[in-house]
Nanobody, 117 residues
Framework: QVQLVESGGGLVQPGGSLRLSCVVS?????????LSWYRQAPGKERELVAS????????NYADVVEGRFTASRDDVKTSVYLQMNSLKPEDTAVYYC?????????RGQGTQVSVSS
């Protein structure tokens, strides 16, 4: 059974930082999967925040987080991370990690990130 478990969310003041982690288990050949972070705020559609390719050679970021967020992966620990700096109130959302190896796609349950003073 494939499981993706996110952690590291919480309440942080504007300008602060958080590091999200997503541990993946039960996934055969984890290293072949592209990994992504999505988020969904109340009343809004889910949006892609960051992605990191198989092998970690390519990363892509949404314009609104470019320069503030950094995605990374550890294929030995079958984990993916999202370092979030200079957080803004508009970053408040539930953050999900996703593993994709077309046509296979798996997603975690999410972790809440709240940015407020």
């Amino acid at each position: 059974q494939v499981q993706l478990v996110e952690s590291g969310g919480g309440l942080v003041q504007p300008g602060g930082s958080l590091r999200l982690s997503c541990v993946v288990s039960g996934l055969f050949q984890f290293r072949l999967y592209d990994l992504s972070w999505y988020r969904q705020a109340p009343g809004k559609e889910r949006e892609l925040v960051a992605s990191i390719s198989s092998g970690g050679l390519r990363t892509n970021y949404a314009d609104v987080v470019e320069g503030r967020f950094t995605a990374s992966r550890d294929d030995v620990k079958t984990s993916v991370y999202l370092q979030m700096n200079s957080l803004k109130p508009e970053d408040t959302a539930v953050y999900y990690c996703q593993a994709t190896y077309f046509p296979l796609e798996y997603r975690g349950q999410g972790t809440q990130v709240s940015v407020s003073s």
